[in-house]
T-cell receptor, first 115, second 111 residues
Framework: NAGVTQTPKFRVLKTGQSMTLLCAQD?????MYWYRQDPGMGLRLIHY???????AKGEVPDGYNVSRLKKQNFLLGLESAAPSQTSVYFC??????????????FGSGTQLSVL | DQQVKQNSPSLSVQEGRISILNCDYT??????FLWYKKYPAEGPTFLIS?????DKNEDGRFTVFLNKSAKHLSLHIVPSQPGDSAVYFC??????????FGKGTKLSVIP
């Protein structure tokens, strides 16, 4: 059972380059999320989706775009990478219509460095 | 301003002893609390949760206590094992689609 799969696991970008992080889940979850984790910080929500074709902004959405064309996939895009976007990115999914009380299932993360 | 605070960045405990990880929150709207455990190079995994209508929830060696009046919760691990060495995140939910996470506490269990 794969759960939540993120690709790539590591990436180095130069300032101004673009890239897309892919998240795939095989649990038929409606809800998907992108978080970033920085040293000394907790996980902060970038964007989330409550179903296929929907997206919404989280706590730190600037500089990122997302798409949910298929229920099982949630893509995170960086159009013009900046050093401030150096971070570890985690995708997560959940079944419930409400995050409260419903545990999130996380992928193993993508380490992104922007030089 | 941090709404979920884990004031201890790290904690070291001897194997077999009790580990107590603390978490404080400021938002009275939070009604559900979760603990996640994270190993290096892996994503966080759910550990245990508690609703605001309870003051204690137990799952094997793990117990979470909630003190609503003090806006404080704690995770107790008894007995602690070397495999428990990880970063533990406290998270809170106030009814939106997003959880608010603390900064995490790195637990080291010394054999």
């Amino acid at each position: 059972n794969a759960g939540v799969t993120q690709t790539p696991k590591f990436r180095v970008l130069k300032t101004g380059q673009s890239m897309t992080l892919l998240c795939a889940q095989d649990m038929n979850h409606e809800y998907m999320y992108w978080y970033r984790q920085d040293p000394g910080m907790g996980l902060r929500l970038i964007h989330y989706s409550v179903g296929e074709g929907t997206t919404a902004k989280g706590e730190v959405p600037d500089g990122y775009n997302v798409s949910r064309l298929k229920k099982q996939n949630f893509l995170l895009g960086l159009e013009s990478a900046a050093p401030s976007q150096t971070s570890v990115y985690f995708c997560a999914s959940s079944y419930s219509e409400k995050a409260a009380g419903e545990k999130l299932f996380f992928g193993s993360g993508t380490q992104l460095s922007v030089l | 301003d941090q709404q979920v605070k884990q004031n201890s960045p790290s904690l070291s405990v001897q194997e077999g002893r009790i580990s107590i990880l603390n978490c404080d929150y400021t938002n009275s709207m939070f009604d559900y609390f979760l603990w996640y455990k994270k190993y290096p190079a892996e994503g966080p995994t759910f550990l245990i949760s508690i609703s605001s209508i309870k003051d204690k929830n137990e799952d094997g060696r793990f117990t979470v206590f909630l003190n609503k009046s003090a806006k404080h919760l704690s995770l107790h691990i008894v007995p602690s094992q070397p495999g428990d060495s990880a970063v533990y995140f406290c998270a809170a939910d106030g009814g939106s689609y997003q959880l608010t996470f603390g900064k995490g506490t790195k637990l080291s269990v010394i054999p």
